[in-house]
């Protein structure tokens, strides 16, 4: 004769197993939240970190180029002086003569101003440009085309130096009128972490021939063209 099986059946969960087991999945779905999050902030700071790699890569491009072709000018003196030539540096603003390229719009030759601001932490790179030779003795250049190179938390600073003609240090400000640059530096320093975002990056002046530009009509000075800009 068959026997019922006695007491109550243990099949099912009890209402603490499945309280249990929601509390475990509520852990793990936290986990795999904070897991995603982090692998999102990591991706974030990635492309942050190349976007302004990017940009700090294409400035010091622009950078190298300009300086590779800074023309070596006289400043407008009387025939039997000189005044040192057309070329001012400090360690937040330069200044420099330059043939821009023909395949450039507006060819010719400009003054280029590179000019450091800085604000609440941030950096801003500018580059502007003015018709050269620039016309009257005391006129002053009408700054036109600003591009930003680089903005950001950074601290851009450029130096110089010439060991040709003795000054092998780096300086913070060019002074020797008598004598252009031989080399010119540009630094980025990450102002939170007080490392350099790229190495010092130097750049050798291209400047074997000297070009008169006293006289504004000077062809080779793009009197001409200087004029049509204007």
């Known amino acids: ?51 302004e790699q990017s940009e700090i890569g294409s400035a010091v491009s622009i950078f190298g180029r300009d300086v590779a072709r800074i023309a070596k ?16 540096g400090a360690r937040n603003v330069m200044v420099y003569p330059l043939r821009e390229e023909a395949a450039l719009a507006d060819a ?29 003795d005391n006129a002053l250049p009408k700054w036109r085309d ?6 950001g938390p950074f601290d851009i600073a450029f130096a110089y130096r010439a060991q040709r003609s003795g000054q092998r240090q780096w300086s913070d400000r060019w002074v020797a009128v008598e004598a252009m640059p031989e080399q010119i530096r540009l630094t980025v320093t990450d102002t939170a972490t ?25 062809a080779r000075c793009g009197g001409g063209e200087a004029e049509a800009t204007q």
Do not use: H
Not at 24 to 39: F, K, Q, Y
Not at 146 to 151: E, I, Q
Not at 194 to 202: E, H, K, N, Q
């Open 73 to 88: 000018i006289r400043r407008p003196a009387p025939p039997d002086q000189f005044d040192g030539y057309v070329f001012d």
């Open 194 to 218: 007080g490392r350099l975002r790229v190495p010092g990056f130097v750049q050798s002046l291209a400047i074997d021939s000297e070009v008169d530009c006293a006289g504004s009509r000077d």
């Open 108 to 136: 010719g030759l400009y003054l280029v101003r590179l000019s450091i601001a800085r604000k609440n932490g941030q950096s801003v790179l500018l580059r502007e440009r003015a018709p050269f030779p620039l016309r009257g």
């Open 146 to 151: 600003p591009v930003v190179l680089l903005s």
């Open 1 to 51: 004769m068959m026997r019922l099986p006695s007491g109550r059946s243990e099949a099912g969960f009890t209402l603490v197993e499945v309280l249990a087991a929601l509390v475990l999945a509520s852990l793990i779905l936290v986990s795999l939240n904070m897991a995603m999050s982090a692998v999102d902030k990591g991706a974030a700071r990635t492309r942050r970190s190349l976007g």
